[in-house]
């Protein structure tokens, strides 16, 4: 059923039990996995009142992606699962959505912890939610407890 999977990324504990949910889904119907790690736009700090662009965190955020994306689909391959990653920039719903587009994507799965605080759920607000509102596929959502 599911021949094309997204598996949204980023090295969490959320993710890595999303990573290890997708090691059995896709060994069941052969699927080709497609690992994907968004790098948000949260590389401007405010200073006094104004923005500025600090390239230099942004090229270090990069690279931990990058590394944890590398880890991500070497362990896919090393468990005989047809895995490449991607690293994209920008908005995570955003970039999901798109990339699931572009591959004619059956299933996007991601990890989600529910936060106690109710500020932090404010604050965080819901990639979960406002991806299953922009999907073009079925969401897989691996809650971790």
């Known amino acids: 059923m599911y021949q094309k999977i997204i598996l949204a990324y980023d090295g969490s504990i959320e993710s890595q039990q999303a990573l290890l949910n997708c090691k059995d889904l896709s060994q ?3 699927a080709k996995v497609h690992l994907l790690s ?18 230099q965190q942004e090229k270090i955020e990069e690279s931990r ?7 991500g ?9 047809d895995a490449k990653g991607s690293l994209l920039k920008g908005d995570p719903v955003d970039q999901l959505v798109e990339y699931a587009h572009s591959v004619s994507a059956d ?4 990890g989600h912890k529910h936060r106690d605080n109710w ?3 404010w604050w965080s607000g819901s990639i979960p939610k ?13 809650i971790i407890k």
């Open 73 to 81: 689909v070497e362990q896919l391959n090393m468990a005989g699962i």
């Open 130 to 142: 406002a991806l299953i509102e922009h999907s073009p596929c079925s969401v897989l959502v691996v």
């Open 28 to 30: 069941w119907e052969h």
């Open 38 to 55: 968004v790098v948000p736009y949260e590389s401007i700090a405010i200073v006094y009142e104004s923005s500025y662009y600090n390239e």
């Open 119 to 121: 500020l932090e759920r």
């Open 65 to 71: 992606y990058l590394k944890t994306l590398t880890e």
């Open 107 to 110: 299933l996007i799965m991601l």
